[in-house]
């Protein structure tokens, strides 16, 4: 049986005969990092970091302040090139190649957005740019529906917005296009408990299409959404078993991996 590709995200499987069986999205994908090397002048941040991201999962990335988390998530989005190694993207099984950026949808910490443009505008814009990416488009309206912005506040300059609004802004540009690498960094921290919580379902809803990474500081969040746990120390990453998630002593064994292996 033999895979014709269609579109980017599209195949068709086609049998010896020719006639095609399925058609449908990519069921396996992979983020490949390969030995990637970043220095900012003297200073390794990371060290041959590698590692293997599968779609379906969210993956929840650790490490101590300073431990190349951010610099990690530049490296993969492209906001920052890395010096070697390699990010690769593998789509069922039978395509391995560099990585478009345009497929990573990338949440900062502090969202940089244009001020002087209302939420609406924005987000007209931003689906205007897009617009050959996007499919199953929705109205602007039903986006700040699903994430919550009040009608007053979709029609007032991002100027004014608390961070947690900005945040929200950059969530649905990801829920309208749908990239399939979504990073986010230390998403939640600046949402309030009752929007941290939707926040989190509409990640987990959204995670069986897409390989979602997260790092965070806060140990619980990674409890409660994680399917894996990556801690990112002295350059490298690391998997820790998952099994260690159910384990109520999860925290203080984080703590001992966390301060075990520090080296300023
Ligand atoms: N543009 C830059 N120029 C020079 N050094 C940098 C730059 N960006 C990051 N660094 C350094 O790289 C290291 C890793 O920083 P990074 O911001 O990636 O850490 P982090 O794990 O995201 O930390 P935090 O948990 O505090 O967000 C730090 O020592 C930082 O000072
Ligand atoms: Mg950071």
């Known amino acids: 049986m033999e895979n014709l590709r269609l579109r980017d995200d599209f195949y068709a499987k086609i049998d010896h005969k020719g006639e095609i069986v399925t058609v449908g999205g990519i069921d396996n994908m992979k983020l490949i990092l390969e030995d990637i090397e970043k220095n900012y002048g003297e200073k390794q941040v990371l060290k041959k970091a590698s590692f293997t991201f599968e779609k379906g999962k969210i993956y929840g990335l650790l490490g101590r302040n300073g431990a190349g988390k951010t610099t990690l998530f530049n490296c993969i989005s492209g906001e920052d090139i890395y010096d070697s190694g390699k990010v690769k993207i593998e789509e069922n099984e039978n395509i391995n190649k560099e990585l478009d950026f345009s497929k990573v949808g990338y949440v900062f910490s502090e969202p940089v957005l244009p001020e002087f443009l209302t939420g609406y505008e924005f987000l007209k814009f931003y689906i205007d740019i897009n617009k050959d990416k996007i499919q199953d488009l929705l109205s602007i309206d039903e986006y700040f529906d699903i994430i919550k912005i009040h009608e007053e506040d979709r029609y007032r300059l991002i100027k004014g917005y608390s961070q947690g609004m900005k945040n929200k802004i950059q969530m649905i540009c990801f829920l309208i296009t749908r990239p399939p690498v979504i990073l986010l960094d230390e998403p939640l921290t600046s949402f309030d408990v ?16 897409h390989i979602i990474i997260f790092s965070t500081h806060i140990l619980q969040l990674a ?10 120390n002295n350059g490298i990453l690391e998997e820790l078993d998952h099994e260690l998630l159910k384990n109520p002593e999860f925290e203080e064994k984080i703590m001992e991996v966390l301060k075990e292996d520090y080296h300023d």
Not at 194 to 209: F, P
């Open 194 to 209: 009752v929007v941290a919580l939707e926040i989190k379902n509409l990640i987990k809803k959204m995670k069986s299409n």
């Open 223 to 232: 409890v409660d959404l994680c399917d894996e746990i990556v801690v990112l």
